[in-house]
Nanobody
Framework: QVQLVESGGGLVQPGGSLRLSCAASGSIFSIAAMGWYRQAPGNARELVATITSGRNARYADSVKGRFTISRDNAKNTVYLEMNSLKPEDTAVYYC?????????WGQGTQVTVSS
């Protein structure tokens, strides 16, 4: 079973940027679609970006134009570039396949947007 480890989160001011990474312990080449999800306190986990093996990407309306998802199959890594961050982007961010596979959930990485 592939294990996923997210990193790159932190505290950033509104309007700032962060780049998240998701490193897989095994090959993600065969996984058709990977996604970044987030969960804010009191909210359900939501899908914010997804990318297919052909590198076609889609985004939630709330992040469209600000976030960019990418994948490097050779490095078994998925990235999320986040720009123009807003306080409402504060959440724990996770990666997983899309649709998600329960055993693959990692610990996530905390993103806090605050002045």
């Amino acid at each position: 079973q592939v294990q996923l480890v997210e990193s790159g989160g932190g505290l950033v001011q509104p309007g700032g940027s962060l780049r998240l990474s998701c490193a897989a312990s095994g090959s993600i080449f065969s996984i058709a679609a990977m996604g970044w999800y987030r969960q804010a306190p009191g909210n359900a986990r939501e899908l914010v970006a997804t990318i297919t093996s052909g590198r076609n990407a889609r985004y939630a309306d709330s992040v469209k134009g600000r976030f960019t998802i990418s994948r490097d199959n050779a490095k078994n890594t998925v990235y999320l570039e986040m720009n123009s961050l807003k306080p409402e982007d504060t959440a724990v961010y996770y990666c997983n396949s899309n649709p998600p596979i329960a055993p693959m959930w990692g610990q996530g990485t905390q993103v806090t947007v605050s002045s």
